[in-house]
């Protein structure tokens, strides 16, 4: 099944990409999936593990054991820095 | 400038009318008293550095969505009559309207409050980001409170 | 509606309109983050009786020094880069504005405190009395916090 | 010596009249016109009293025992409801 990750703001930057999509198993979590992304953009990784980057799952932050499901829509989302 | 008030939360590169936000707001109930209205705006400098302009980048659907929790919040939490939220993103220009939110209820003690903590919560929950350009070049800014 | 923004604290008959006084703060500097403005709006119904019109009276001069002064303090006190203060007179219809305060700063928290400081400071020190008009008949009405 | 003495919003309804002008003595304070005011209104001097009316010296509140000087302007102020 497919999921698609967003990269935005730095993270667009660093990843040099707007997106990926990813062909995973059934059952795999967020904190799984992050690990295909680490291969995807090595940076990324370690800032995940280090939570200076959070994680969206369909525009809500969950846990990382949240289990993914086939056209889900991930982001990963620096810190914000909105209003002024 | 856009007078399309359709939507009471709203993420938009044109700019806004604090005056017509408010007199749609006001169509709310014949019943508010007070009216707190907060209007960020963009500074020229920012730790000593000097910004020559500002971009604001969003990620779609999920912005509108938090704008709308934080306005459902308010109104429910603190009783408000109405919320309304708007943001820019794209360019901004030094001095330009960035954000808007109004606070309208019975009383005034109520829209100080809601409107004071629905910024603080925009800041936290909502995915949009600050890129300043300054001589030194382009920096996404990280988060203050 | 007027459009003479010569004083940055007015009392005056004539409707403001609230984009044209934060468009004249704004001039005050280039280094504006955040602007709080707190606008009072006509009710219709105040403790269960139904409004039909407002009717605003001041001492002149006096009240025009008592808002001066306000802005003083809330300038000094609270750190903001500037302060402008309307209040209308004479009739008031529901919806209408009748009090507007602008407080604006380098940060969003100086301008919150001050602008909710103000306006309580304008009902405590400034000789202005309302009069509503119910079914009842003229009623001048009691200071309420 | 002559002093001005102002009426405002209900008060003025009581009086019937916007002002009174009053000769004064030297050393008259702000507690002593009050009785002159008194004279004029009968109904003031108790809400004068009773702290139920301010009075201002020349648009600042000021204590009672405040002598007026010729030409000050002072005013009967009911309690404030201007705002909201």
């Known amino acids: 099944m497919m999921v698609t990750v967003k990269y935005f703001a730095s993270l667009k930057q660093m990843a040099g990409k707007e997106e990926d999509q990813f062909n995973v198993n059934e059952d795999t979590t967020l904190e799984q999936l992050s690990e295909l992304i680490e291969k995807s953009v090595p940076q990324l990784g ?38 002024i | ?60 659907q999920m912005a509108e969505k938090k704008l709308a929790e934080i ?28 954000v808007l939110i109004i606070a309208c209820g019975e009383h005034r003690q109520e829209t100080f409050k809601a409107c004071e903590w629905a910024i603080a919560e925009l800041k936290r929950t909502t995915p949009i980001w600050k890129r300043e350009t300054t001589s030194k070049g382009e920096v996404w800014v990280q988060a203050t409170p």
């Not at chain 2, 306005?71 to 960035?98: Q, T, V």
């Open chain 1, 46 to 83: 370690n800032m995940v593990r280090e939570k200076k980057v959070i994680i969206s799952l369909n525009y809500d932050v969950v846990p990382l054991d949240t289990v993914v499901k086939d056209g889900d829509e991930i982001a990963l989302l620096p810190p914000f820095s909105g209003g």
């Open chain 2, 71 to 98: 306005r459902e919040k308010a109104i429910k939490d603190f009783g408000l009559i109405d919320m309304s939220i708007i943001h820019r993103i794209g360019n901004i220009e030094i001095g330009e309207n960035i």
């Open chain 2, 1 to 60: 400038m856009s007078t399309a008030l359709e939507s009471k939360v709203r993420i938009q590169r044109e700019d806004f009318s604090v005056t017509d936000e408010i007199e749609a707001i006001k169509k709310s109930s014949r019943n508010i008293g007070g009216i707190t209205s907060f209007l960020g705006t963009g500074r020229e400098s920012n730790k000593g550095e000097t910004i020559s302009e500002l971009n604001f980048e969003h990620y779609p």
